[in-house]
């Protein structure tokens, strides 16, 4: 039944044609990501840059002819667009490259401490005198306003977004577009689009490394992410319990099915250090990702502990290296940083010659 629903469906959207084009809308390439479920039908539609100004009536146009359909109850039509049409006919399929590296910040699972990290990784590579920016690619949960005390909309120069300064590095997030308590209730292509745009239509200028702090899990959009952006490496951050393990597992099998190197695994939530008794304290276990990357033939990078100062410097807004440099928190996210970079430079050196 789903499937000749949806041979009906496509069959209205095939009689709807623009007034400025001689195809109908599905013959143009304009619907993507078309579904049904609970009645309700769903999809991408990419207009030119000129069609935008009449989007709501084209929009209200083919909602109201699938409306007709019997059994439909609800019609949800996602307005995209592309900058112009050269970029969309000779670049759609260039991966995206606003940095000379770019790093993915992963977890297979949310609260695990990612974005603590990517942003305190970022300010590390920038006291290692690298340009950094950091981009909070979390459409659904951005984190990057509250982890910077930032809230207010980034400027524009009139073609690309100005991305805001946050304690030296270019940051850019959805969160500094939407108001803060807005639930962003969008499907796969509209969130595609908007974290292609953060890269593509911000102004990144002349970045060493980009940090870009991914969306907890393995589904569409960081599979899509891992392919479309050109990746120099990934890092997967995991708690040590085995539940959090198994998840970080399939974010690191994620990316190397797509060829992106592992830069490294991090036990974040390691142990807490009872600064009283001078006792560790396991609460979650210890050592899980340190065997995990041992197992899976990938670094261990270094084990971040639960402290108070870590977590009431996020809060604020000011992070922990930038507000305690000299925090043993700090210190390892720097030998962290100075690791990153030393997989960096390996990967722009050729490979010897053998000689037979």
């Given amino acids: 039944m789903s499937e000749k629903k949806l041979d009906e469906i496509r069959k209205v959207l095939s009689s709807i044609t623009l007034s400025n084009r001689s195809t109908n809308i599905v013959d143009s390439k304009m619907v993507s990501g078309l579904e049904l479920k609970k009645n309700i039908i769903t999809f991408a539609l990419e207009l030119a840059p000129e069609e935008l100004k009449d989007s709501r009536e084209i929009k209200k146009t083919i909602e109201d002819k699938l409306l007709l359909i019997s059994q439909i109850d609800k019609v949800s039509v996602v307005i995209t667009t592309h900058n112009n049409t050269k970029e969309k006919n000779g670049q ?23 974005s603590t990290t990517a942003i305190n990784l970022a300010l590390s590579l920038l006291k290692l005198n690298f340009k950094v920016g950091i981009l909070d690619a979390d459409i659904y949960g951005p984190s990057l306003p509250k982890l910077t005390g930032i809230n207010i909309k980034p400027k524009s120069n009139g073609k690309k977004i100005i991305p805001h300064n946050a304690f030296g590095l270019q940051a850019m997030s959805i969160g500094y577009l939407v108001p803060e308590d807005a639930a962003t209730i969008w499907r796969g292509p509209m969130v595609m689009s908007a974290i292609e745009q953060l890269l593509r239509d911000v102004d990144w200028q002349n970045l060493d490394i980009l940090i870009i702090d991914m969306p907890p899990g393995t589904g569409d959009a960081q599979l899509t992410l891992s392919q479309r952006v050109q990746l120099a490496g990934a890092i997967i951050v995991s708690t040590p319990q085995d539940l959090s393990l198994i998840d970080a597992r399939k974010g690191l099998n994620m990316f190397k099915k797509v060829n992106v190197p592992i830069l490294g695994i991090i036990e974040n939530m390691s142990y807490f250090l009872c600064e009283k008794c001078e006792t560790q304290h396991n609460i979650f276990g210890n050592g899980g990702a340190k065997a995990e990357a041992d197992k899976l033939g ?21 992070p922990i290296v930038f507000q305690e440099p000299d925090n043993l928190i700090s210190k390892k996210y720097l030998e962290i940083a100075n690791l990153i970079a030393e997989s ?3 990967q722009k ?3 010897p010659t053998i000689i037979q």
Avoid: C, W
């Avoid at 770019?102 to 297979?108: D, K, L, P, R």
């Avoid at 990938?298 to 000011?318: A, C, H, M, Q, Y």
């Fill in 298 to 318: 990938v670094p261990f990078l270094d084990e971040i502990p639960l402290d108070i100062s870590l977590r009431t410097s996020s809060d604020e807004g000011k």
């Fill in 92 to 114: 759609q399929n260039k991966p995206l490259k606003p940095a000379s590296n770019i790093i993915a910040i992963a977890s297979g699972k949310g609260g695990v401490g990612k």
């Fill in 349 to 351: 050196k050729p490979m």
């Fill in 344 to 346: 960096l430079e390996k």
